[in-house]
Nanobody, 117 residues
Framework: VQLQASGGGLVQAGGSLRLSCTAS????????MGWYRQPPGKQREFVAN???????NYANSIKDRFTISRDNAKKMLYLEMNNLKPEDTGVYYC????????????WGQGTQVTVSS
């Protein structure tokens, strides 16, 4: 599976962005989809994921501000980000993982999100 993340950009604090992740190749029904980010000078961290059954999980730092969703028919993953803060700045990556075999996963190339104060 190849993943392409897009939708990043420069936004003022309080603004919104919508990230998209487009997948090509075979997407199995048991695919969990997720977003991670890497702030400047820090390690990559979990943001949110959505399981094949639709259950969502969010990092505490973005809960109630970000919404993850997926469109299986279009092989798309989304991240709606509202009330953005400067600490949300970073490179955002999408990741698809087989729930039946966690060793099978793919990463997208990342999209830059910069939030100015």
């Amino acid at each position: 599976v190849q993943l392409q993340a897009s939708g990043g950009g420069l936004v003022q604090a309080g603004g919104s962005l919508r990230l998209s992740c487009t997948a090509s190749g075979t997407i199995f029904r048991d695919t969990q989809m997720g977003w991670y980010r890497q702030p400047p000078g820090k390690q990559r961290e979990f943001v949110a994921n959505i399981r094949s059954g639709g259950t969502t999980n969010y990092a505490n730092s973005i809960k109630d501000r970000f919404t993850i969703s997926r469109d299986n028919a279009k092989k798309m993953l989304y991240l709606e980000m509202n009330n953005l803060k400067p600490e949300d700045t970073g490179v955002y990556y999408c990741k698809f993982t087989r729930e039946s075999d966690w060793s099978q996963y793919s990463w997208g190339q990342g999209t830059q999100v910069t939030v100015s104060s």
